[in-house]
């Protein structure tokens, strides 16, 4: 059924006008070259350089009939080259991974040892929408908390702090409603049910359940969540406000664990606007502690069970404690812009640093290249952390180049 779903609505978007009613198409395609140092466990299974082709086709289609509004995106996607074969060997390092929802809507259609084509049901939802009330049923994205890199708040599949393509988040099966009250505050729920194990019966301690509200105190923007989360309870506080021409943001995040741990997190962050010259500056400072993180430098498989946890969750990506990232993006013409961008891991020195540029080559076509280094020793957060004590093979230590031609009609 999701098979037959999935190719009738790329059918019809191939066949469809442009301007077909509620019919959008983006397609993607990249080339990535990865370099990994020696001593490296991507060098020690043979992919120190690893070159890789993907690409994707997300067919949309959207609508609305009184006060319901039906979505539906199915994305046809593939990867050749290296990355299909390095993913294969990387598998025992990384365990299986925990089911991110529960109906499993993503058909293999094709797989050998260096193609891999799949189609995906990404969002199939069904809203209604009165004054005051929304109520949606069924695989959407939802984005909570006001990080601009590291998101705490967002407990829902969050995107990576060095995410490059952050233009669909992926969906999850879900239950969301709100209400609106007069004064322009809200309350929101979301329940998103899982298993333990793909296509496994619903577990309650593998789901989420939350409750939010936004509301306005004086000047400042204000959010409460209450959730529990996978079996752990999750509290959070956030501010927004102005601060002369600048935006600022705080978020905090406590978790308490099943077991009796606490882990607060917290996310600061303020960006503001500026010109030089002709040319529009955008930029921003952000910094994050990780509750889950360690400080000390020990190795992979030793890592405390509460901060794997939340890694194979998807919802912490980073093993340190303090984090900086600031960056900026500059403008030099309607059509062409920089964006320059480091992460700092504050208990080592160690350093992610990042380039973007993005030049548009029309109204509905983008190219965008992106360039990732790691910056630091070896057993730094950045330069890799070992993966066993004494092993001398190190997680990490990357450079990532990506270039990427992305196009709506």
């Known amino acids: 059924m999701i098979r037959a779903v999935s190719i009738g609505l790329l059918a019809v978007g191939f066949a469809a006008p ?15 070259r990865v370099w990994s140092d020696a001593g490296s466990l991507d060098a020690a299974l043979g992919f120190s350089n690893r070159r890789s082709m993907t690409g994707s086709m997300r067919v949309m289609w959207d609508k609305t009939a009184g006060p319901f509004r039906f979505e539906i995106h199915s994305q046809l996607g593939f990867s050749q080259g290296d990355n299909v074969a390095y993913a294969a060997a990387l598998a025992p ?10 109906f499993d809507l993503t058909h293999t259609v094709h797989r050998d040892g260096d193609t891999y084509v799949t189609n995906m049901i990404d969002r199939l939802s069904v809203s209604y929408s009165s004054e005051n009330f929304v109520l949606k ?28 393509d952050t233009a669909y988040k992926p969906g999850a099966d879900m239950i969301y409603g709100q209400y609106l009250f007069e004064s322009g505050a809200d309350i929101a729920a979301i329940y998103v049910p899982r298993a333990a194990v793909s296509g496994g019966p619903l577990d309650a301690n593998q789901s989420t359940f939350a409750l939010r509200t936004q509301f306005t105190i004086g000047a400042l923007d204000s959010r409460v ?31 308490k664990l099943a077991n009796g741990e606490t882990h607060p997190s917290w996310v600061m962050n303020i960006a503001n606007f500026t010109t030089l010259g002709d040319m529009n500056v955008s930029y921003f400072g952000e910094y994050f502690h990780n509750g889950f993180g360690i400080g000390s430098c020990i190795a992979l498989d030793s890592l405390p069970a509460s901060l794997t946890k939340r890694m194979g969750t998807g ?41 973007s540029v993005d ?12 360039y990732q280094q790691s910056i630091g020793p ?6 890799g952390r070992e993966t066993s004590a004494g092993s001398g093979i190190y997680g990490g230590m990357q450079k990532t180049a990506t270039l990427q031609l992305v196009h709506f009609f």
């Open 378 to 383: 070896q057993g730094s957060e950045f330069g």
């Open 137 to 164: 049923l069924g695989r959407q994205a939802i984005t909570w908390g006001g990080g601009m890199v590291f998101h705490p708040g967002d407990i829902v599949a969050p995107f990576a702090p060095d995410a490059i």
């Open 315 to 355: 919802q912490v990506f980073l093993t340190g404690q303090d984090f900086l990232s600031v960056g900026a993006t500059l403008s030099l013409t309607p059509d062409f812009s920089i964006g320059p961008n480091v992460i700092i891991s504050l208990d080592d020195g160690s350093a992610l640093a990042g380039l």
């Open 93 to 102: 390092f990384v365990g299986v991974p925990r089911p991110a929802t529960f």
């Open 225 to 255: 969540m209450l959730a529990r989360d996978r079996g752990d309870r999750v509290a959070s506080l956030g501010f927004s406000g102005a601060l002369g021409g600048a935006s600022w943001n705080v978020d905090y995040v406590g978790w």
């Open 18 to 32: 442009v301007a077909a009613d509620g019919f959008r198409i983006r397609t993607e395609v990249s080339g990535n």
């Open 359 to 370: 030049y548009a080559l029309g109204d509905n076509t983008n190219l965008v290249f992106n």
